[in-house]
Structures are given as C-alpha cells and as structure tokens.
Nanobody
Framework: QVQLVESGGGLVQAGGSLRLSCAASGSFFSIGAMGWYRQAPGKQRELVAT???????NYAESVKGRVTISRDNAKNTVYLQMNSLKREDTAVYYCNARITTRQTMGYGVTAYWGQGTQVTVSS
C-alpha cells in the first residue's frame, strides 16, 4: 500500500517562511511527477507547483519567485520551500505523486494524494 505523508505546515506571520515535506512509502516501482496543490476555504483545489522525476519544475503564477519545489529521489520525498508568505497563501496543502506499482496484469500508474497539511498565514 502506497502512502504520502506530509509535514511542515503550521502558523506563520506574513512575510515568514515554511518548508513542507512529503514522503512516499510502501511498495512501488517508481515515482514520476510530484507536486503540491492547495485548497483554501470555499475555493477549489489549485496547483501550486510540480516537479518531474528529472527535475523540471512548474509554478502557479501566484507563487512564482516565492516558492521553490524540489525532490530527493533517494528519499522518495518532495519539498516545498515557501518564502514571503502572504495571507492569501492560507490553505490546506496537499502532496500529489504519480506512482507506478506492480499490478495484476503488469504495471500501472496511479495518482496518490497526501492527507493535507494546514498552512495559516497571519497578518
């Protein structure tokens, strides 16, 4: 069974920084693209940043220049370094990963989600 476990959320003042981590565990063949999404109260879940297995990154316009996504393939972990945080960054942040597992008729790719970690930015 594959699990994504996030950590690093919390309460921070505007202008501060946080670093989120998400580690994949369980039995799997490989991990492809990983990413972070967020969902604020009353809003839809939105993309924050993604990173391919080769390290190519993509960011939402709202976080460009303030956020850095990275990964450690040896640790099956993706990170999100967030700086210059704003109140509008307040949300539950979810980790996502496309993971290849051994299945009955070969291998298959499934998108897994973490349980979410709360980030609250106060003024």
């Amino acid at each position: 069974q594959v699990q994504l476990v996030e950590s690093g959320g919390g309460l921070v003042q505007a202008g501060g920084s946080l670093r989120l981590s998400c580690a994949a565990s369980g039995s799997f063949f490989s991990i492809g693209a990983m990413g972070w999404y967020r969902q604020a109260p009353g809003k839809q879940r939105e993309l924050v940043a993604t990173i391919t297995s080769g390290g190519i990154t993509n960011y939402a316009e709202s976080v460009k220049g303030r956020v850095t996504i990275s990964r450690d393939n040896a640790k099956n972990t993706v990170y999100l370094q967030m700086n210059s945080l704003k109140r509008e960054d307040t949300a539950v942040y979810y980790c996502n990963a496309r993971i290849t597992t051994r299945q009955t008729m070969g291998y298959g790719v499934t998108a897994y989600w973490g349980q979410g970690t709360q980030v609250t930015v106060s003024s």
